[in-house]
């Protein structure tokens, strides 16, 4: 159903990439290789940058490895963050050995360190991701060359997706209105006894403290199970 969706709505995927982050262990990645690789087959060809960036990105979240076919579609895509995240994912290959750049590197030179493709031209030669490439496109830069003798660089690959967190500000307001009715019920005669049990029990074991977020599938099952039965 999250793949499905993904596929109709591509504006969700930085949204389904957290989903899938905050629950990897219940994630099938045959399913999921499959889900990426056609988000870009989908995309490639209109330059796509959302959707071709998600995509890998979710891929190296989960460390799989693309194929020589769609490191070609990525490449040939024209654009600039899904290619700089392939060529970061690419550099973790270990099955391709040879590999034919020329469609990215045809976009590498020192005048394209003035246009839109400088990210791109500056962060593949200062990474060495194409050994290639000469050191002479940003050292004949006068702006580039000055960061690149300072040691900076824009695309940090150590950055991870963060899991999704019980929001404790939704969970408190409902803590509070149950003590409320406690406090209430408490306080006058209340006719249906086996509500005000269940009411009561309810309040004192929303323990916000002890709350952790399930994502364990036999956890979860478990719980599920538990529901059903009540």
């Known amino acids: 159903m999250l793949f499905r969706l993904g596929l109709i709505e591509t504006s969700s995927l930085n949204k389904i990439a957290k989903l899938l982050i905050t629950y990897e262990k219940l994630v099938s990645k045959k399913r999921l290789k499959e889900f990426c690789f056609e988000i870009i087959k989908r995309n490639y060809e209109n330059q796509h940058d959302f959707e071709l960036t998600w995509s890998l990105w979710i891929l190296n979240e989960f460390k799989i490895q693309p194929t020589k076919d769609i490191y070609e579609m990525v490449f040939k895509s024209k654009s600039v963050t899904g ?5 970061d994912l690419f550099q973790q290959n270990n099955r391709i050995k040879n590999f034919d750049f020329t469609s990215v590197t045809e976009m590498i030179n020192t005048d394209n360190l003035n246009n839109k493709e400088w990210l791109l031209a500056y962060e593949t030669v200062y990474k060495n991701w194409i050994p290639t ?40 307001k409902i803590e509070t209105k149950l003590k409320q009715i406690t406090t209430y019920i408490s306080k006058n005669k209340f006719s249906n006894t086996e509500l005000k049990s269940e009411l009561i029990e309810l309040s004192e074991n929303l323990n916000l403290t002890d709350l952790t977020q399930i994502t364990d599938r036999k956890e979860i099952q478990k719980s599920y199970q538990t529901l059903i039965r009540k």
Do not use: T
């Open 133 to 172: 490439l000469s050191k002479s496109i940003i050292q004949d830069h006068f702006f580039f060359n000055i960061l690149e003798s300072r040691n900076i660089y824009f695309y940090n690959n150590s950055r991870k997706l963060e899991p999704l967190k019980v929001e404790r500000s939704y969970l408190k």
């Open 83 to 87: 290619i700089i995240v392939g060529l």
